[in-house]
């Protein structure tokens, strides 16, 4: 079993033609994802590596049946990518471009909620990977194996160093959700579905300072989730008052500094790493 990406999964790449679009959609297909076409408008009728290219995610859809939109698209035209992805009832559409204003992005994500058909992972996130199933977005394919490990980071290069760290145990689905101020799919979202998944043993959570939302998860843990969960906060050693990266928030107060997410998190039950080599430990003394 996986989450929100499966064997099942047929991909399209909006934005195939672009040059992020082109390399990153050769990798996908490497790792063995399902990538059925790309759209760019205007170039219809071309191909990338014998996939087809449409001009719309409508014809896309009705020519190939594809139930992922992988947007690799510049921040501009994101907005209009996604409304796109949601007006032909794309299932899942995950946008991986950086940089999107944060009012457009609030503008696709109530587009989407209200249309009631597409959930929105990112924007500026490294996508979501099923390992040994499918590879929707930027995360290399080949540095873990299928598992028992659920993952959800705001960080990308984070979600990666857990995933070497415990590719010998392996995950069920890796989901980098991205650290803009506002998200499609959150931390609870990813809680929730890890949850459900029968073959999820244990969760990882990967976030880091600024915002509330891991202290929001934190609550939501308390009250749903009865799986063991590992967390990790990026950021302890981060200057106060200091925005850091992508965090999305200025620390102000101990609201949104990594210690008081520890202490959210260690007082429902969750066991936190001070570095991401220490939670992949705790993760090993879960499962042993």
């Keep these: ?22 390399k990153h959609t050769r990798r996908m297909v490497a790792s063995g994802t399902n990538v ?7 170039k219809g009728g071309q191909e990338v590596d014998g996939i087809p290219v ?5 014809e896309a859809v009705a020519a190939t049946g594809a139930n992922v939109s992988v947007v690799f698209v510049p921040p501009k035209f994101t907005k209009g990518a996604v409304i796109e ?3 032909a009832q794309v299932p899942l559409c995950v946008v991986i471009t950086e940089g999107v204003p944060v009012h457009d992005t609030a503008s696709f994500f109530q587009y989407a909620q209200n249309a009631g058909t597409t959930r929105v992972i990112g924007p500026n996130c490294p996508g979501l990977i099923s390992p040994g199933k499918s590879n929707a977005g930027i995360i290399p394919g080949d540095i873990t194996q299928s598992g028992r490990i659920g993952l959800v980071s705001k ?11 415990l590719r010998d145990i392996g995950f069920s689905t890796c989901v980098g ?16 579905a890890f949850q459900a998944d029968p073959n999820t043993e244990v969760i990882v959570m990967i976030g880091e300072i600024g915002g509330d939302a891991e202290e929001r998860a934190a609550a939501f843990i308390k009250d749903n989730v009865t799986k063991p969960v590992v967390g990790y906060v990026a950021g302890f050693t981060a200057p106060e008052g200091k925005t850091m990266g992508h965090a999305g928030a200025i620390v102000s107060g101990s609201s949104g500094t990594a210690a008081a997410k520890q202490s959210a998190l260690e007082a429902v039950g969750v066991k936190v790493g001070k570095t991401p080599s220490e939670a992949a430990r705790l993760v090993r003394e879960l499962l042993k």
Excluded: C, R
């Design 1 to 22: 079993m996986a989450i929100f990406l499966d064997e099942n999964s047929k991909i399209l790449v909006q934005g195939m033609t672009g040059s992020e679009g082109t």
């Design 36 to 42: 059925v076409a790309g759209v760019t408008p205007g």
């Design 54 to 58: 449409f001009n719309s995610v409508q």
């Design 85 to 87: 992805a949601v007006d």
């Design 155 to 165: 960080s990308g290069t984070l979600t990666y160093q857990m995933m070497f760290e």
């Design 177 to 192: 959700i991205g650290g803009d101020p506002i998200i499609g799919t959150t931390h609870i979202d990813a809680l929730a």
